[in-house]
Structures are given as C-alpha cells and as structure tokens.
C-alpha cells in the first residue's frame, strides 16, 4: 500500500484537541502509542505514511512533503496540533516553509533531519550520515520490539537486524540523505507557526548546535534538548517528552507573538 491512512490511536478525548502524529522513515505509526498514552487530554490520531516499514520507495516519485498534504486531507480538517519526527518532521518542515494551509499554527518537529548551511555536502558527511542511518535501522527495529526484546534471542535480534539494513538498501539512505541535503536551502524565515524543536544530546543525526541554528530561523520556534535522548527518545522516554511536549503547547495556546523558551 502506497497511499496514506489515518489510524485512531485512542478513542477521542471531549474537548481535547486533534493532535496529529506524523512517523519516520521506516517507522510505524504504531511506535506513537506510548507517547499517546501519557497525553491522556489530547484526541491523538496518527498518519500512516507510505515511507512505513517494508516498503518498496516506489512513492519517492512523488515529494515527501505531497504525501503528508494527503495524509491531512484525510483528516477532514485543520488538527490543532501536529507532531512529526525524523523523515516525516522533513516533510512538515517543507510544508511550512510553503505557508500550507493545511498546517495549523503549532506544530512540533522531533529529531528532524537538518544540514546548517555552512555544512557543505562531501564525501565524509555522505559517510557519517550512511552509518548514522544504519543505525537508526538497528533503533527502530529495537524500539518496535519494544518488551520483547528482553525475551529474544540476541543472535536472533542481529540477524533480524541485518535482514531490514539490506531490505532498506540504497534507496532508503538516499531518501534521506537527500532529504537532509535540500533542507540546507529551506526558507525557514517564511514559517509563521510556533514551532518546538525537539532535539537529544545522543541523537547523532541531528546535534544541539545543528537544531539550535534550526530553531533559530524560524521566527517563532523554540529549542528543547534532551541530554539523554536520542533519536528514537519519544517512543524510548514517552513521559519525560511528553512534559516538554505539554509544557510547549500550554505555553503555545496561551501567549500570543514568540512563545516563550522550553527548558532544556
């Protein structure tokens, strides 16, 4: 399946605003459910995109970001609140950059994939970012093991590991990679929502310094790091980023103009 589809992750709160989860690459919609579930005040849906898991990247014939419009189309309105991670806070981030009506006016990018535009493009980045999604492979399969984890075999584990690395191959990398190259010339100042960026001291795709040069274009974007997180820290310490998720968005609906800072 290539198309997107909105999956219910709790029945709806009374009143609680429509929050909508956009996933990563190779991610699953389903990975949202831990952090869903400590955020009992919100009406949480999530997007299930056509960059999930085992897919064939048949969709990168279409931009990321045209695929996440049709994901909120299905929605039937506006959410009030949107929170993407990785691969898919990209396709936000570009949505924002366009002014897409289709974005409400708070929004929440976790461990996004940024290139600082002092950055250049060469071979040793191409590397580095090659074994740095490599081992994102080898997290979020753990991740979605979740508890049955303890209970596996760890030869078992590794092969089932190196089997998604060579699933993924070539095309799941240079999804990225390309990702993370173009983001580099994005128009941040043209993003009028407020903004939190999520960012973890151990996520090596996306450093402090690259997420505060991020937060900083954007005129009104905050900056929250997590020393210990990395980049898979909303699925692996749900309740710890739900309050900095809580603490934005109380913040957020409350203060008009620039939001003021999350603590780090």
């Not at 009030?80 to 950059?97: I, P, R």
């Not at 461990?111 to 492979?137: G, K, M, N």
């Not at 009104?220 to 990395?230: K, M, N």
């Amino acid at each position: 399946m290539t198309t997107p589809a909105v999956r219910q992750l709790r029945p709806p709160t009374p009143g609680g605003p429509l929050v909508a989860f956009v996933h990563g690459l190779e991610d699953s919609w389903e990975s949202w459910l831990p952090l869903c579930n400590v955020l009992p005040e919100w009406t949480p849906v999530a997007l299930d995109l056509p960059w999930r898991p085992g897919n064939d990247y048949l969709w990168r014939r279409r931009p990321s970001p045209a695929w996440l419009a049709d994901g909120l189309d299905l929605l039937g309105r506006r959410p009030d609140l949107v929170v993407a991670h990785s691969f898919g806070a990209n396709a936000l981030l570009e949505l924002l950059c366009a002014g897409d009506r289709r974005v409400p006016e708070t929004v929440i990018l976790i461990c996004p994939l940024y290139r600082p535009p002092d950055v250049a493009v060469t071979w040793r980045v191409f590397e580095r970012a090659r074994r740095s999604f490599e081992q994102h492979i080898h997290d979020s399969l753990r991740s979605r093991l979740g508890p049955r984890l303890r209970n596996m075999d760890a030869e078992v584990v590794e092969r089932m590991i190196a089997k998604a690395v060579d699933r993924v191959g070539p095309s799941g990398f240079l999804a990225v990679f390309d990702q993370f190259c173009a983001s580099a010339s994005l128009r941040l100042d043209q993003v009028t929502a407020r903004v939190l960026v999520l960012a973890g001291g151990s996520d090596p795709t996306l450093s402090p310094a690259a997420a505060r040069i991020l937060a900083d274009g954007m005129p009104h974007a905050v900056l929250s790091v997590g020393d210990s997180y990395d980049h898979f820290c909303y699925a692996r310490q749900p309740e710890d980023v739900a309050s900095r998720l809580r603490a934005f968005v109380d913040v957020a609906s409350v203060v008009s103009g620039h939001p003021e800072g999350v603590a780090t």
